[in-house]
Structure formats: structure tokens, C-alpha cells
């Protein structure tokens, strides 16, 4: 599935340095809207008969309709804030209203009424973006040529707070984001509804049909739909969730197109793509194969054991990690997947020659040379440098962090430094401690209640407190030692009782599991609670020095990397020329294709439709393969001569899923697919296995989107569920 | 994997009741050689352009050249007596040639002179079909009316002995076998080639490259072919192995075709088919369904596990129990597909139909149901009946049986039986104790040395105990509790304990390990041996009685079949009307199709072709996926631009294997696949796995065979093993 974040391999922030262009071919590009009309040519030779300036327009028909939920992407469908996304990236919501007694996750949800409709919790947001302007010569008449590095990523900090207090002043959320590297820059503002609940989901045994088993592959049948809706305050303004909130009325939304897509159609996919990295340098993709990515995989692997057995000890903890094991296991198929097709596939390879034919075009002229010469050398010696430290960086960043995860030492960390942040002036304090940060780190530690468990926890704790462990004499974290008792001469055996007791001292003396103490911790100064005597803070406030310390040597990387990368993104650009979509950074984009199969393995073929007979033929009654009864029952009315407008007549059936050749990335998941007509006819929910490493290397040929066809959406909520409600709204 | 017998998830004596007329539609039948001049339109229509008559005539071309192995199909391709046939079809021999310093099983063999063709070992057959005659009136003249079915039994049996015996006056090898269920009877005259050697065979790593993971399945990249020879006496007559033996030189050879099969061409498959089940009634596929395939996989899964146990246990075991562990891996997931078939895939509920359509074509006419209205009570009767000791009887057959995989239990009781039998006059013999087949059971005694082990004999006979061990109290084989012990009122444990002790007693006592002690006593009277005492053969002796005794029970049941099947056989033609071929009963067929592709699993499709490129995208350099080196930097040469004439134009690469609607069921193994010009373009091995089913209810949309292509073969001797020899003589 194609969410954000947790399916990507590498910490965000080594990403956000090499954002490179891609090589333009075929169908590949995430372009942004204000790219779409200069590309009016290939799109008529698509046989396009639309306005290409449309795409332009964020605010006309249809991108005023295109919404993100941070991580996923959506689109509203009616006028009064109905929102269609992918069923999971519904998973939080779900999560976040169960109970052992009424598990949505399994059952989903029908909201019969207003009032059925369930409040995602605090935190849930849905964004619209209203405005995207360039701002690339303002930071340039900041940037005097001969700062030192340290001080250049300080111009820049500084430059990004100015603009975005400036730019948020009407109430809109905004972003400076840098693309093709940093070569340019754009202001991003959205309008941010933070009301957000859920109006219709499909069971389980629907919507997330063929589970970890069929995730990343084809044939697929799987509903990955679900409906939210927008609300805001009676004034029309975005407000926190309130009973008194009434639906978003938004000026733009899709139709949804009861006719879905069928092969040879040109689609349009237009969402929030999260990270893609075709342009790293051959080094750091080395680097992701030989290191990062395997590291991953074998974490992944060890969390999912611990994970499956905590989940069978009671279905409190099941709930709770239900979200967490889909995630993982998603992070996990895919980079899999990635390391086969640089590996096997021979991404790696074609990198290296890429990367050959840069230094050649480089070498082959005296002003490139001049221009670009010191530039992957540079870059290389960069990368070397950060290496010789990764290993105990990487288990520093697994054991403080978990946020995402929402683990108690995470928490504590947040307290720390939001104490020691707090006293500064606004424009000083680190960005994530900004004011303008506050309510969304209040809304993680209410949010991480329903997830929070002690078991888990502890359990997760144990694991990165094992990595540190294992961590060789020069790479050793002293503060931890000292806390824990822990040395680098122990035995595996030692070590692991030396951790065991130190858990019991922790978790026995904590007071962080209570929602509200941490939430009144989140408030005091540094002073003020240095009478507060818990474990899981003093062991945060232990470890600040190295994090600082860490955070210090990451910000002159960073502003070496604001000095180099610009200039080897210029050589690549120069090399390929033509127009080029910059690499993915979660930001508004378009990409185009069309319905088709695909060549698999050797003497196979994917071909670009599945239906409902396949649910049948996959049904097993159990596991990945559950369909609800109600839906095997209408299906066996729709054999038996029941009429059903949504049938395909050249298939026969009701088609469930189809295959694009459209290029899309984790973040793009719940992505609108519009006909030439601009109209829903599916949603973007996953890709093939062949196709994640695209993400590194785009394969023209093989690449292959997959998307839930709007036909088979329709039909479940016609015959299955009989949602009138909602199809009454879509105009059905 | 389409060899015979081991195969076939039941008893033979049973399927060989039933055999029933298909109805004919799409490319469905295995068509008798004399039936092929009346289906002249037919294969017009196909575009065939040849001459129909030639497939009737037996010694002509290309009909002379094709052989039987006696469980696989072979074609002669050079006048030198070279043979063709499946790489799964020469295990036997590469077992029985195989040490654990050389395991040709695993190594494949080049005889790069005459003198390394390697000897078959004793017993190993080639057949060819030289004279088939239609003796039904024959029969019809001794068939009174008013016998007994015990009688009717006799009179059969006495008529097939004398025909066979006045047939074979002349050397050949005969055969009298009933057609549509006994409704025609046919004397086919075959000459045996007694001494056959090993030519070549490739790495196992080509020749059963995927193994177990593919097998039955599609896409498939086996380079499942090798080359025997035929060997006679310097007179040109066949003779049991000698080094003085000549090369046989046949009057009718195949040309291997360089082009091999692609999408669309018309293809024709001759060969063995063993045993198909079309028409059997509802009743006997409900059984099959409901006990026997449940039953049958059950054992195989539990066998499987004690031979993988003892095959890890010492080489030596490993290569002796090789071929039985892929025989029943082979019939395990064959049998799977079948039940799979029947129930999912909704054959049984198809059978039903049929058999409903065909109650109501007798019940619709008068004189129908005068002639065939009592058939099916009576036949459902007589099943019933079957059903009672049905898991006693298949206990008994088990425990006594086995003589393929060669037991010491099987050895003993042939041994007393031979003795019983060997006072009376040839003709009263029981058929497999007649003078004619003296020889066979010899050269089975030598043959079994190979692979005969103590501890897997003693392991299976433990697995039979055990079953025995649990049989009801109605049910228990009383000779075998006295002779072992054992009681209906035993625990489990207990059990296992007394049969324990008693293998203890049978193993410490016996000498039949021993071959040259085997073969003496096969030559002994009752009364000479009535002096040996061995606990083997006192086992046997005591277990004769019930064996007489289901004996003669099976002549009666027998005797009436002969009455009923063939009545109910005419009413099915009757119904389904025009040409029909009979059900697959181990005679020479021929079948034709085309190369095609097949809609495999909703969404997916299955491409006609595979190419070596999915050899290399499957390997993995171990277990199934072990391509050997030599092929691996074969492959490494072509993509660098090494030049060969076996590259396909529209695949661009050599092609592995191809699909196409031929068909065929197991026996079939190693069949020639001809072209339009009677050229060799192909090997068929293997059926898909949506095909297994069809052996009992054919599918005329989804069925396909699988056939290694000329091309493979070609380029495989000669980029690979460099077989020159070979090669010559097949005039590449």
C-alpha cells in the first residue's frame, strides 16, 4: 500500500538532502501542477481533449477537490465535505474507535445518520492546499557565497521560520519546500480542517481483502475504500472537533464516475507523493543496498515476531498493535522488494552507469568541469564521514524516536526538550518546539493513548536497549551506560539481565503511562520540574547532551549539503534537459497513464482487470481471505441475474481492481484517478511488487500502479452495505 | 509431472471398471490411431494439411516411431535407435547407476562413446505398438447371456489367456484391453526391446529444474528431456542386455524439428495416456471425492515426512529413496489439484449434472428404459456394497502391496503366491504368475536390490502396521493380529509397542535382504519351501487366505461389470452421439491442439512461451532453482552476442517451454509433440494445474499441456553439454 512515511526505508532526513530530478521517459513524472500545462503536447498525444491549464489552477475544478491527510491523499465528493480515501489510511481512525466489544477494524462502519459519524480523535487533519509560489531568489539574496556550512544551515532555518510566521498569519498552515535538492525553493500554504470523522468504511474482509498477502501484488481484489467527512466550526472556519461543528462545505469536488476505468483509458492520479530518490548519487543508493536496506528488513522482521506474539496474548493489545503490524509489514514487503530490484533487477547497476555517464559529461567540458567537478567527490566524502558513525546513530535515532509509535521514552525526550526549548524566544527555538507546534504535539500525546501499552512498551524498549548493547567500544552511548549499568565488555547474557533489571526500575517508578501528567509535564519549564523524579524523564534528560551533539554535527552536514547538492542537481539537470519532475517531497502532484497489463515474470501477464470472481476463487473464509457473507451473497444474487448498473460488459462481471502505468509513491495512497473527464473512476491504493523500486529507478516498462476501480466502490456500497446515505450524496 | 500409474490416486483394478466415453467438445479427446482418418474435417478445419491416414497406420510414419516405457511415451529419433523421452521418465535409471560418489541424479549423464551409455538395469522395456485388432464379436460368441457373474469373470479371463497366448507365438509382447468400459475389446501386439541404455540426460538442475516447486505448475522453465537407446542381439532380434548387443536400428524415426512450437501452431501429441475417469458414475467420483483422494493425501503427506527423515539420514538412502520422494510429491499435488477441482472448481456439481441429464435421457423413452434403467441402481448397488470393507481393503492392499516401491512383505508374499501357483497348468495360473511374466517378476526381484533399505522397508511396514492397528472391530485382518499381537482393543500406545516387538522378530529373522536368496526360492514348490522358516515368508503365508478370499470376492464384482458397465457405456454414447474416443487405458492415442496461452487466476494470464530469461530470474543456486553453471555462462554468452539458430524471432530469446491445449494425462510423459509436418517440436511433460481435474471431468477452456520445446533440447546439448554425439545423429 502506498501511505507515507512508514514505508519508507530511510530517515526522512538523509531523504530530504537528495531529492534529485528524473530522467524524463515514458510515462514518468510526479509533476507539479504548474508543470502540467507546459507538458500540453504529451498529454494530446494521449489522446487528451481536456484544459491543461486546470491543473494549474489549485483552486478550480478539479485540484481545489484534491485534499491530504498527511501520509495519505484524498479528494472531497461531495458539497458537503464527504472525503474518499483509501480504506487504509481510515486504519488510525478505525483503531481509535474500537473496543474488544465493537472492533471496527474487522467490521468497519456504516454511519447511518450525522450523528454515526465517528470523530477521528484528536490530531486528524485534512489539508487543502490553497496557494504555491515560488521563493528560490529570496533565499538566494540571503545566502552569501562564503558562509561557513554551520552558519549557511542557519540562514536557511532562520529564512524558512520568517516566511512561515509571515505566510500563516491568516490562519493557514505553511511549508517551505525544496526541490531538486535545493536548487528551488516554494512556499506551500494549505487551509487545515482539523475536525475530521469517519462516515463509511467497509469490513475488513472488503477493504483490506487479500491482507499482507496480496499487499504490493497483482491479481488483486481488494475494496481499499472508505468515505470521511470534513467538519468545521458554524462560522465556516476550521475548528477543533465539537459537537456543535457542521460539514465543510468545499467549492470543488469530484463526481464520481459510475462507468470506473477501463484498459486504453488515460488516467490522471493527483495526490501527495511522499519520497522518491531517482537521483541519489550512486553512493548513497550503495550504501541503502548494502546497509540501510537490510537493516531495515532484519529489524522489520525481529519487531514483527515480537509484535504477532504480543497481539495473541489478549485483543486489547491485538487492537492496539493491529496498525503497527500492517505498517510494518507494508515497510517491510516493499523494501524487500526494493533490494530485489536493485539487486536481482539490476537497478544498482544501471545507477552506476548513470552516474559513469554524469562524471563523463562532467569531464568532458572545461566549464563543467570548472562548474560540477568538485562535486560528487565532495558529496562522497560526506557520505563517508556520516558512515563511520551510522551504525550508533541509526540505533540513537530507533531508540530515542518511536514516535510514530508513540513509545514512553519518546515521550519523555519531547517533554525534555520542549522544556529546554520553552524559555527561548519563538523564532529560536528548534522548529518542531515552535508555538505554532504545540497543539499537534498535545494532540500525539492524547492520540498515543489508545496505542499506549505497557507490554508493547517495554517490549520495544527492550529491543533498541539490546541494540545499544551490542554497539562496539567506539560507538558505545556513555549516558545510557551509566544509567543502565550496561558496559561493552558484557556478555550477551549480562547485558540482557543488566537490561531487564534496569526495565523493572524503569516502568516500576514511571508515571508517563497517565495521560494527563504527561500532558502537564509538557507545559513546565526545565525549572520547574527538576523536582520531578521520573525515570523514563531523568533518562531522557541523560541522553540530551548527545542528542544535541548529534543535532549540531547534522546541521553542518546539512549546510554542506545546501552548498553541494544544488550544484550536482544543475549537472544532472544540464545532462538530461527538457522538462523533469522534481523527485517527491509530499507535495501536491499530477502524474498521467493509462489502464494496462503488464508482462510479469517469464510467460506470465498481469492483465489489467480483476473482478468479483476472483473473490470468490480467493475466498477462503479465513485470514487475508474473509469476505463478508453479505458480500458472497450478493455476489451469488448478481450471478443469479440480479441487474446491477456497474457491470463491465466486456468482463462480464463487476470489476474490483485495476492496473495504471501511472507514477506514483508511499504518500499517494487514497489519490483521486481521474478520467479524461476529470472524474473519480478509482483510487490509487498500492503498486506492484515490480514496481516499489521505481521509487530509486524508474522502469519505464514495468512500472505499474494499481487502483480500486469506482464501479466496484459503488457496488459495495449499493449491494453490500447499502449505504444510501452516502451514495444518495454521489448522486447514485 | 505426465508419467503413469504412480500417479493415479487409485487402485487400477478399480479405474479399470469404469472407463467411460468423453464428450467430445473443444480439442478433448485421446483419440484411438484407427479413429484419426474420421476426424479428417476436424483437423482440416485446424488447418492441418497432411494426411490423416498416416496416424492409422501403426508401422508407418510417423506412428512406428513411437514407443512405450511402460509408465511414459517415447519417440525413436535417428535410425541408431535413439530415444527421446522425459528427464522425469529416465530416473529409474539414473538411480539405478548412481553411487553416492557419483549421483547421476544429480550430475546428468553425456555418454560422449557407446561404450558410457549406461545399462537401464534388469527389466527396463521398450515397447512398440506393431498390431491392434478389435476382438469384441470374439468375445460376444463365448458371453452367454445367463452365466453367474462369477462365471462371466472366468470366461473372460480364460478367453484373454488363450488370445494372448496365440498371439504371443510369435515373440511379441500382447495385450487384450477393453475400451469403453468393456462395450469393446481390443488385441494390441507389441515387440519389446529388452536392453536400453542411458545416452544422456542433463543436470538435474535443467532436466528438473523448479522440482517439486513447479511441478503441475505454469510458468515453467524444465529442460525435461533425455535420450535412451535401444540395444538387440547382433541378430537384430530383441535380447536381454549383453555386451554384444547392437544398436537396434528402427525402420521409423522422428525428425527434431529446429524450430520448435509457437503461438498458434497445430500440435499433435502420441503417446501412452494411462487412465482417465470421464464417465465414471456420480457415485464413484462423490466416493473418490469424499474418501479416496482425502485418504490417498493424507498418506502421502505422512509418507513424504518419514522419507524426508531417512533421506537426511545418510546419502546412500537419500539416492535410494530419491525417486519415490518425487513420485509422491508428484502425486500429492496432483491429487490436490484434482480434489481442488472437484470442489471448487465445481466439477462434482458438474458430474451431478450429467449423470441427472443422463437419468433423465433413459427415463424419457420407453426402450431406453427397458435396455439401461436398471444400470445405475444396480452399478450404485454394487459400489455400496464395495464401500462396507472399503478401508479394510485398502489397509490390505497397502500392507501387502507396495512392490513398486519394492517391499520385503511384497517380495514374500510373491514368493508364496508363486509357489501356490507354480503346480498348476499355465493356463489356470492367475495372469501375473503365468510363464509369460516369470521373467518380470525376476528381474523385479534384482531390480528392487537397488533401493531396498532396511530401515525405509521396516519404516513403511511400521506405517501399514499402524493402519492396521487402528482398523474397527468388523474390519481387523485376524491373521495379522495372531501373527503380530495385536488387538482391536489396544491403546494406541500399546499398539506401537507390540508392533514394534513384532518388527523387531521379523527384521532380526529374515534373509530376504539378500537377492541371490530371493531368486532361489522363486523357483521353489510349496513343499520345498515348507521347510524355510522366515518370519517374512511365514507372515505372507498367513495372510494368503484373506488375500484368496478378497480375491475371489473382486472376480465376482468383476463378473459384473462385465454386465452392467458396458450397458451403461451405450446409453452414455447413445446420448452424447458422434465420434467419441474412449477413456485413456495405457494404449497408443494421438491428440492435437494448438500452442496457446490460457486465462490463468482472475487478472492473470498465462503467456504460450517461456524463455531462458525466467531461467535466470528463477535461480536461486539451490534446491529446485539450481540451473548448473555451464547453462548459467551459456546464457552469459547469447546476451553477449554468441550466435545460435535455436533464437526465437518474436521472443527474442531461446525459448524453455510451451502450453498448449493438447490432450493428455499421466503415461503420457516424454509423448512426442509433432508438428503439422509430423516433425518432433516438442516434448510434452506436465499438465497445469487447473488440468489435473480433467482426467475425471474434462474443462475444454482452462485445460493445458506443458511441453519442453525442441528448441531447449536443442541448444541445451549444444551450448551446454557440447553432446555432439547426440547431436550428429539427430543431423544438427
Redesign the interface.
Known amino acids: 500500500m502506498l501511505c507515507s512515511m512508514r514505508s519508507t526505508p530511510v530517515a526522512v532526513s538523509f531523504l530530504f538532502l537528495a531529492g534529485l530530478a528524473g530522467v524524463a521517459s515514458a510515462d514518468e513524472g510526479m509533476w507539479m501542477p504548474q508543470q502540467i500545462p507546459a507538458l500540453a503536447d504529451r498529454l494530446r498525444a494521449f489522446g487528451f481533449e481536456g484544459d491543461v491549464q486546470a491543473f494549474a489552477d489549485l483552486t478550480g475544478q478539479p485540484m481545489g477537490a484534491i485534499v491530504s491527510l498527511g501520509g495519505c491523499s484524498a479528494s472531497f465528493v461531495s458539497g458537503q465535505g464527504l472525503i474518499v480515501t483509501n480504506h487504509h489510511c481510515v486504519q488510525g481512525a478505525l483503531q481509535y474507535n474500537s473496543t474488544p466489544e465493537r472492533n471496527l477494524l474487522v467490521s468497519g462502519v456504516v454511519a447511518r445518520t450525522p450523528e454515526d459519524e465517528l470523530s477521528n480523535g484528536p490530531g486528524a487533519r485534512v489539508s487543502v492546499t490553497t496557494q504555491v509560489q515560488e521563493v528560490t531568489d529570496d533565499l538566494m539574496r540571503r545566502l552569501a557565497p562564503n558562509l561557513t556550512d554551520r552558519k549557511r544551515f542557519d540562514v536557511v532555518e532562520l529564512w524558512t521560520k520568517e516566511r512561515i510566521a509571515a505566510c500563516e498569519k491568516d490562519g493557514s498552515r505553511c511549508r517551505i519546500a525544496s526541490f531538486f535538492g535545493g536548487l528551488r525553493w516554494f512556499e506551500i500554504k494549505q487551509l487545515e480542517i482539523q475536525d475530521v470523522r469517519l462516515a463509511y468504511a467497509p469490513a475488513k474482509g472488503i477493504g483490506n481483502f487479500g491482507g499482507e498477502s496480496d499487499n504490493w501484488r ?4 481488494t475494496g481499499d475504500f472508505s468515505f470521511y467527512r470534513a467538519y468545521v466550526g458554524p462560522d465556516g472556519k476550521a475548528a477543533p472537533y465539537s459537537k456543535n461543528n457542521v460539514p465543510y462545505r468545499p467549492k470543488r469536488w469530484l463526481k464520481v464516475s459510475p462507468k470506473g476505468g477501463s484498459p486504453g483509458d488515460l488516467v490522471f492520479v493527483v495526490g501527495y507523493p511522499g519520497v522518491t530518490e531517482r537521483l541519489q548519487t550512486y553512493a548513497q543508493i550503495e550504501d541503502m543496498t548494502a546497509w540501510q536496506l537490510p537493516r531495515s528488513i532484519r529489524r522489520s522482521v525481529e519487531q514483527l515476531q515480537i509484535l504477532d506474539e504480543l497481539a495473541h496474548s489478549s485483543p486489547e493489545v491485538a487492537i492496539k498493535v493491529e496498525t503497527r503490524i500492517r505498517g510494518l509489514n507494508n515497510g517491510l514487503t516493499k523494501n524487500r522488494g526494493v533490494l530485489e530490484g536493485l539487486i ?1 533487477g539490476g537497478a544498482l547497476e544501471d545507477k552506476m552507469e548513470q552516474q559513469r555517464e554524469l562524471t563523463a559529461f562532467i569531464a568532458a567540458n572545461p566549464e563543467r568541469r570548472m562548474l560540477y567537478g568538485d562535486v560528487l567527490p565532495a558529496l562522497a566524502a560526506l557520505d563517508a564521514e556520516a558512515a563511520k558513525t551510522r551504525e550508533r546513530d541509526a540505533v540513537f535515532a530507533g531508540f530515542l524516536g518511536g514516535r510514530g509509535g508513540g513509545s514512553l521514552l519518546g515521550a519523555a525526550s519531547t517533554i525534555v526538550e520542549a522544556a529546554v526549548n520553552r524559555p527561548k524566544k519563538d523564532i529560536d527555538r528548534e522548529p518542531e518546539y515552535q508555538e505554532r507546534n504545540w497543539a499537534r504535539t498535545r494532540e500525539g500525546f492524547e492520540r498515543m493513548q489508545r496505542t499506549l501499552d505497557r507490554t508493547v512498551d517495554r517490549a520495544f524498549l527492550r529491543y533498541s536497549l539490546l541494540e545499544a548493547a551490542r554497539l562496539g567500544g567506539t560507538e558505545r552511548i556513555e549516558a545510557l551506560d551509566r544509567a543502565s549499568g550496561l558496559s561493552a565488555d558484557m556478555s550477551k547474557d549480562a547485558a540482557a539481565k543488566a537490561i531487564d533489571a534496569y526495565l523493572d526500575r524503569l516502568y516500576a517508578g514511571t508515571k508517563l503511562f497517565d495521560k494527563d501528567y504527561r500532558l502537564a509535564l509538557l507545559g513546565k519549564s526545565s525549572k520547574e520540574f527538576a523536582a520531578v523524579d521520573d525515570p523514563f524523564l531523568n533518562l531522557a534528560a541523560a541522553l540530551l547532551p548527545l542528542r544535541d551533539q548529534l543535532r549540531e554535527i547534522s546541521k553542518t552536514r546539512q549546510g554542506a549539503r545546501y552548498r553541494l547538492v544544488p550544484r550536482y542537481m544543475k549537472a544532472l539537470l544540464e545532462k538530461s534537459a527538457g522538462l523533469v519532475a522534481p523527485d517527491a517531497n509530499g507535495t501536491l502532484r499530477v502524474t498521467y497513464g493509462r489502464v494496462l ?1 503488464v ?9 489489467p ?3 468479483l ?2 473473490v470468490v ?2 475466498q477462503t473464509g479465513q485470514g487475508d481471505f474473509d469476505a463478508p457473507k453479505l458480500e458472497l451473497e450478493a455476489i451469488k444474487a448478481l450471478r443469479d441475474g440480479r441487474e446491477t448498473p456497474y457491470l463491465d460488459p466486456a468482463l462480464r462481471d463487476v470489476p474490483v ?1 485495476f492496473l495504471s502505468t501511472v507514477d506514483t509513491t508511499g504518500g499517494n495512497s487514497g489519490s483521486a484517478t481521474l478520467n479524461a473527464r476529470g472524474e473519480l473512476c478509482g483510487l490509487l491504493f498500492d503498486g506492484t511488487y515490480d514496481t516499489v523500486v521505481a521509487d530509486i529507478v524508474y522502469d519505464p516498462v514495468r512500472t505499474r500502479s494499481i487502483h480500486v476501480d469506482s464501479r466496484y466502490m459503488l457496488w459495495v456500497l449499493t449491494e453490500v452495505d447499502g449505504a444510501t446515505r452516502i451514495l444518495e450524496e454521489l448522486g447514485r
Chains 1, 2 share one sequence.
Open positions: 497483482w491479481p488483486r481484489h536481482q497489463g508482462d510479469s515474470v517469464d510467460g506470465l501477464f498481469y492483465k482487470q480483476t473482478t470472481a476472483g476463487a480467493k481492481d
